[in-house]
């Protein structure tokens, strides 16, 4: 009578939204300052002023059928065009509104994509830890989700990725700063990757997209930025989204990049349309594609995202915790210290802090921490490892 396989999916929720709405009940049940609630990439920092002052401007200035109406299904000329001048500026390139094609949120862009490349026995390489919507979207637009084993520093494994490319690979899908674990990937990294890719390339005879998903390309807490992998790759495409550079995950703004290197652009820029008609994405937000058009070369704060990540990463550290180091994004990827985190999380949950656990990101040995809350919290949170880690000592 219904389809069994969105019958489960929408009743076995992802792990990260039940912790959050545990999280939710829990704050009505004893008062959100008693709830240390470190589940969901929520950014607690609020969106820049030049957000609400955009947005006041077009309300009291302009028509609502300015702001209100359909813009065309890749999105609205000037905006893409805006957007285009942005990337040219900062990386170097020659992009134009006819490579930017406007979305709902990078989610909405990786099922694009997806829709527009997958074909029947196509599979896609994603590198553990990996955000866990991933297998749900790559199977959903018809594709094989395969795993790639990470490094122990949680960087890229190429020989792992080498002994998983086959001639049914189709894409490999990356995502730095990294959703789990704010690493990284440095650029010899990624060079050997590229190099990989464009060996198998030639060997299967037909293109290896690269999908860099980017919704935290501008959360960086290095002098070093992330690589602009378009630059080293040409058949790379890009998700973007300003849910956390611009904080705003609510409102569901991003696009997809193809640019002219990629292998018949043309073609694929036209598939990504269709793909968007396919999955019923008339056209993204109106509202917020003039936002982005007037803020797209606004910086985030993350000035308290830092502050909490080193107050955290010292304190973690010196407790022995292992940690991977986050350069990028708000999360921390902290080991559990009986390689089970399952456990931590329900052992924390006593003392009503709320992680995420590690297996849904493909490592069940570690859990998850959003550190995009407010730095009171992140303080009261370190008596709470001090209790655990000691618990866990006395079982030793």
């Known amino acids: 009578m219904i389809s069994k396989k969105m019958l489960d999916l929408g009743t076995k929720r992802s792990v ?22 470190f589940s969901l990439g929520n950014p607690s920092t609020p969106a820049p002023r030049e ?19 359909y813009t065309s299904s890749a999105g609205d000329t000037d905006t893409r065009l805006a957007v285009a001048k942005n990337l040219n500026k900062r990386f170097f390139t020659d992009y134009t509104d006819k490579n930017i094609f406007m979305t709902c949120g990078a989610s ?12 029947p026995n196509d599979e896609i390489i994603v590198n553990i830890p990996y955000f866990p919507e991933y297998k749900v979207f790559i199977e959903g637009q018809g594709g094989k989700p395969v795993f790639a084993k990470c490094s122990e520093n949680l960087c890229l494994d190429i020989s792992e990725i080498e002994n998983k490319i086959n001639e049914n690979t189709k894409a490999i899908l990356i995502n730095s700063p990294n959703n789990p674990s704010g690493v990284i990937y440095p650029k010899e990294n990624l060079s050997a990757l590229t190099e990989l890719l464009e060996r198998k390339q030639n060997e299967y005879s037909h293109p290896i997209f690269l999908i860099s998903d980017e919704p935290y390309r501008e959360l960086v807490f290095t002098d070093e930025k992330p690589e ?28 997809i990049l193809v640019p002219n290197k990629v292998k018949n652009h043309e073609d694929v820029f036209a598939a990504v349309g269709g793909a968007a008609r396919v999955l019923g994405y008339v056209c993204a937000p109106s509202m917020f594609q003039y936002v982005v058009k007037s803020c797209v070369d606004v910086e985030p704060n993350i000035g308290v995202y830092r502050t909490n990540r080193n107050i955290l990463f010292k304190e973690l550290l010196k407790m022995r915790y292992t940690v991977a180091n986050p350069d990028g994004a708000f999360y921390m990827f902290i080991k559990s210290p009986n390689n089970d985190g399952v456990d931590f999380c329900e052992r924390a949950k006593k003392y009503n802090m709320l992680l995420v656990p590690g297996e849904g990101f493909g490592m069940k040995e570690y859990v998850r921490l959003s ?8 303080e009261k949170s370190i008596d709470i ?8 000592d006395g079982e030793k």
């Open 16 to 37: 990260i939204r039940d912790i959050f709405e545990y999280g939710n009940k829990l704050a009505k049940e004893i008062g959100a300052e008693n709830v240390i609630d």
């Open 51 to 69: 957000v609400a002052n955009t947005i006041k401007y077009m309300v009291e200035g302009l028509s609502p059928k300015d702001y209100n109406s």
């Open 108 to 119: 909405a862009s990786l099922n694009i994509i997806f829709k527009a490349i997958i074909e």
């Open 228 to 255: 602009f992998l378009p630059n080293l790759y040409n058949n790379t495409l890009v998700a973007y989204s300003w849910s956390k550079s611009l904080s705003l995950p609510g409102e569901r703004i991003g696009y």
């Open 371 to 378: 550190f995009c809350v407010e730095t009171e919290k992140i």
């Open 385 to 392: 490892f001090k209790k655990l880690i000691s618990e866990y």
